[in-house]
């Protein structure tokens, strides 16, 4: 395996012209710089932060590590990197994701068109010369055809706007934005705010050390044991003599991973047979559990049972009744808010420092110098980590200044709710595109499954518009329309709209209540776009001169 890389390439030039500028340099940036290249377009990919990996990059809280086995989040494209690259683990961490990511990098000689430390702040669409000016917190400006968005979903940290929060003397960290060299919490006492993936993967590691751990809740997660452990030889030749066949099926799936789906309703089972089902699957551990029975995010009565059933798992296991309850989410259905994988989350609690503050009725007021006020108490800390997620899908994109068509400002289009044509493209936004955003299945599937599709997807459009010497795609106004209701539509037959999830943008005080991400499924998606382009890419006009349809 390669050593890690830090990635301190010197910063490439950035032309004033080019065929692409990509921005992000995640795992969707680097992947469509690499299809870009292969079209023979000149593409830079420009990224804000210090190295290439994106969400892998920035979140570096303890115990960050991903929740979809390894050996399906990771990239397919290439037969020589999945038979080559060797996790070392079930459920690979942080560390040796972005390690990973290092590598694609290098061996794919992507650095010398990644420019780092380069925050792109503005995108302006000049419809005479049909291409995008984009500018940079540097002050460049490029002059691009295209403008691929890969900026990631949760990309863009959120810190409640708690007043005082400049008067608290101690350190203070987001799980989303941890330093890069580290954080020593050992003796300290520490507070944490939130409850979701991050904080219930950050608080079982940060017990280990601190003198005491508060954790400040105002909504109770649902969650599996991860059973992550080392990856063994055979369960890893077992996939690699396979890989080809099992990406196949995955893309078929709904949620893009492979999962033991059990085809029937939860309601078919007797009680027993129910409960050995959901008993074998927490023994399996993992996400997957919602892949116990075909019903459980379409049928409250089905998804009740699964929400039973890990509610008594959280009261086994933790030993303070009162705790426990705390712990159990009884106010909406498992999953419609991302279940989340752990080690030892639950187990935490039943350690002598670590106490959980109920804070759904009395909200934090305010930090003060030592510490933060709820409920009209005080509580002191060294440090106060907020793991109070991200401003999902729409946030990092709205937070560019992006102009389409006579000067209209995304953020004015979106102020309703983002809308889109399958999650890829906007109308009055021609040669935007955006590599799984809001209408497509992205943050509801395996993202590598999902990007890879997107950037495939939008590798042959841009080929299919080369191939005729157009130069410009957009979607019609009909086709987005259609797709918006499609997938509320969609969404509003299973049960994810009734809790204040991110999926919603309930987390964003004044953001829109729309359900984001298409629930429609990863191989129905991807059939849908597939037909899209077999069909002469039906509902995009696809250009050459000025008015002419080619495609
Ligand atoms: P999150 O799921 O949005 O959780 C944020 C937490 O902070 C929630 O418990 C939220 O409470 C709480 N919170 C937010 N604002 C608050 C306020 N003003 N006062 C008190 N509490 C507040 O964020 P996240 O944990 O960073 O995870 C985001 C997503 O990233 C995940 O859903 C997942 O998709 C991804 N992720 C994946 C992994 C993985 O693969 N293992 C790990 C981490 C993250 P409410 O619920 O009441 O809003």
Excluded at 171 to 180: M, N, Q
Excluded at 405 to 426: C, F, H, I, N, V
């Amino acid at each position: 395996m390669p050593e890690p890389t830090t990635a301190t390439t010197a910063p490439c030039h950035v032309p004033s012209e080019i065929d692409a500028v990509i921005v992000g340099a995640g795992f969707a940036g680097m992947y469509m710089l690499h299809r870009l290249r292969g079209l023979g377009m000149s593409a830079i990919v420009l990224e804000a932060g210090t190295g290439v990996g994106g969400t892998w990059y920035w979140n570096r809280y303890p115990g960050a590590r991903c929740d979809t086995e390894s050996m399906q989040y990771s990239y397919s494209f290439s037969p020589e990197l999945q038979q080559q690259w060797s996790w070392s683990e079930r459920y690979a961490g942080q560390p040796e994701i972005l390690r990973y990511a290092n590598h694609v990098a290098d061996r794919f000689g992507l650095r010398r068109d990644i420019r780092l430390e380069t925050r792109v702040t503005a995108a302006v669409w000049d419809d005479g010369k049909r291409r995008w000016q984009v500018t940079t917190d540097r002050g460049d400006t490029v002059s691009a055809r295209y403008c691929v968005m890969a900026t990631g979903c949760l990309s863009n940290a959120r810190m409640p706007d708690f007043p005082g929060r400049e008067s608290f003397r101690g350190e203070v960290y987001h799980t989303g934005h941890w330093p890069h060299e580290g954080v020593d919490l050992a003796g300290k006492r520490v507070g944490v705010i939130g409850t979701g993936s991050s904080a219930i993967q950050a608080i079982p590691v940060i017990a280990e050390t601190a003198a005491h751990v508060t954790v400040f809740q105002r909504t109770p997660n649902y969650s599996i044991p991860a059973r992550n452990g080392p990856m063994t030889p055979d369960y890893e030749q077992d996939w690699k003599t396979q890989y080809d066949a099992r990406r196949a099926m995955a893309r078929q799936t709904r949620n893009g991973i492979l999962a033991n789906f059990n085809d029937k309703s939860a309601l078919e089972d007797s009680p027993e047979a129910r409960q050995r089902q959901y008993e074998a699957r927490w023994v399996t551990g993992g996400t997957t559990f919602m892949a116990s029975y075909n019903d459980l995010i379409t049928s409250k009565a089905s998804n009740d049972t699964a929400a039973e059933f890990v509610r008594n798992q959280i009261r086994s296991i933790v030993k303070d009744a009162k705790t426990a309850e705390l712990l159990a989410p009884k106010d909406y259905p498992i999953g419609t808010k991302r279940i989340c994988a752990d080690t030892n989350y639950f187990e935490v609690y039943n350690r002598d420092n670590v106490s959980l503050v109920d804070i759904r009725n009395a909200p934090i007021e305010r930090l003060t110098e030592k510490g933060l006020v709820t409920g009209g108490k005080e509580y002191e800390f060294d440090a106060v980590v907020f793991a109070t997620g991200f401003d999902a899908m729409t946030g990092t994109l709205l937070k560019i200044d992006i102009r389409g068509r006579d000067g209209q400002s995304l953020r004015t289009k979106w102020e309703a709710g983002p809308r889109t044509y399958l999650g890829l493209m906007t109308a009055g936004f021609p040669n935007l595109f955006m590599i799984t955003g809001p209408g497509s299945p992205s943050v509801l599937s395996n993202m590598l499954v999902s990007i890879e599709q997107h950037v495939d997807w939008l590798a042959d459009c841009l080929g299919h518009a080369q191939s005729r010497q157009c130069n410009l795609v957009e979607p019609t106004q009909q086709a987005e329309d259609d797709w918006v209701a499609h997938v509320n539509e969609v969404a509003h037959k299973t049960l994810y709209p009734s809790a204040a999830s991110w999926y919603m943008g309930a987390n964003v005080p004044g953001k829109p209540r729309v359900f984001m991400p298409y629930i429609g499924g990863v191989g129905r998606y991807r059939q849908h776009c597939d037909d899209v382009a077999a069909k002469g890419y039906e509902g995009f006009r696809v250009e050459g001169r000025v008015g002419e349809r080619v495609g």
